[in-house]
């Protein structure tokens, strides 16, 4: 390696998939600057950058371009990285003490949360009761949330702290009870507001703190654009903090790494015209930020048994989920943002939620007809060929989240059973029948490891395996897919002369190694606009 100190450098030595199919392959890139500026042999690519430059030998390694994550929540991980971690939590005992613990330095009237709980781990998959949560902190409050984010549970003194009581009840949510009619203290969907909204602003040390943190996690794992999601309004589920999400991105973009895509969940869509300037969007195609979508609710999720289906869970006959918001009104916020020429992002899971989605879209554009909106579903987890078929007739992306299935894989059957687990995270239909899949981590519900989304791409962990996709085109949803979707593709997704120099590098060549080894690579080095912003130690 050159000492020359420039901001012209050469990655040649090693494998350079480029995901552009017209050259997939080449000897060498040049970046000057932000930018890549030649390609191909390395004769050519030193020749043409001149003489004063740094040639990076890749020693055998694997040059890729940098992955998108297109379905992500970065101002709530901050929340998580500031609070107890329960992805761990195996026993009753352990999850007692963990919280015992997390309240010792809090006031009474203090709300402690535990994030990224699952009930799937213990060997009774079953929920805690407040009963259980006050065993452990009987005078201080506390709550549970799943790693999912649409139940949790609260022991008695975080009911009273949310004024929840037998006779509370709220649209689009669930507060349930025993069969005595007494307060479980499990606490679902929009009723969660109840309590999150109890959540107070972290000291400004504490935010700038785990905002470098939480780049930093999203830069090992290769991760060089976001599609990240901000609430926007004065009502939000989390309270202040939920309230504070645009000011809170505001005071911390200074610690973010990556580009940010926005998609900003407001009940007023006309909001989305006074963030698209300075700062949140600098108004150019290149800018680090901009204000793109809308983001829409429709349901809940499989762990919570809040997916909207047509049908009833296979594990609880008397379920069938629900929709959070009605069908008008999320019509009419639609084609506010659609009329304003804002991308339209909604989250949907039960087969009869993106059936809904999907109508909701047809009526939108049959309606008002656009060219290239690229509305999108998010989640996209039970698709009918009727739904996948329109998908591709209308022009809609899926985006979706592999990490799901590391998650579920264990006890999905079982909540949906075997004939609906056909559908559900059907991949390689989507694929086949055109229809643009992105890839995303839905941080924090999962890990942001991008590695092993591709592994779950590729092998599905055996659940529905005629579903797996090739190594290439799990790739894709990661990269020039990821980039369509934003509207990104010509400056980023792909390893070609224009684009920004968004790179990383990998111990191992994914398009060689076994299905079962992809999990193994590891992430050597993160380069975001031609900085190195992450490097294996």
Known sequence: MSKVESKSKVFYGGTIITMNPKQPLVNAVGILGEKIVAIGELKEVTKELGEELEIIELKGNTLIPGFID?????IQF???????????????????????KAVEEKSVDELTIGFNFSEEKFDDP???????????????????L??????????????????????TEIPGGEIRKNEKGELAGVISEKALSLILSKITIPKKEDLDKAASKAFEIFASNGITSLQGIVYYGKKSEYGLFGSSEISILTSIQDKILQDWYIMVNTEDPLKLIDLKKPPLDEGKKDGKFKVGSLKLFLDGSFGAKTACMFEPFSDDPEMCGFCVVDEDKIYEKMKLAHNNGFQIVIHSIGDKANRIAIDLYKRLLNEFPRNNHRHRIEHASMLTKDVIEDMKNYGLIASCQPPFINSEYTW??????????????????????GVVLVSGSDCPVEDTNVISGLHALVTRNNFVPEECLTIEEALKTYTINGAYAAFEEEIKGSIEVGKFADLVILDKNPLEVSKEEIQKIQVLETIIRGKTVFKKK
């Open 412 to 433: 999905l059957e079982k909540r949906i059973g075997k004939e609906r687990c056909k559908y559900t995270y059907p991949f390689k239909s989507l694929v086949n029948s």
């Open 78 to 100: 901050l929340l998580h990285l500031l609070n107890p971690d329960l992805s761990n939590v195996k026993r009753l005992e352990d999850l007692q003490s963990i919280l015992k």
């Open 146 to 167: 799943r790693y999912d984010g649409h139940i949790g549970v609260a022991n008695s003194k975080a009911l009273e702290l949310a004024e929840i009581d037998e006779n």
């Open 126 to 144: 079953v929920l805690p009761t407040r009963w259980d949560l006050d065993r452990a902190c009987p005078n201080k409050p506390v709550f549970i």
């Open 70 to 74: 297109c379905h992500l929540h970065p």
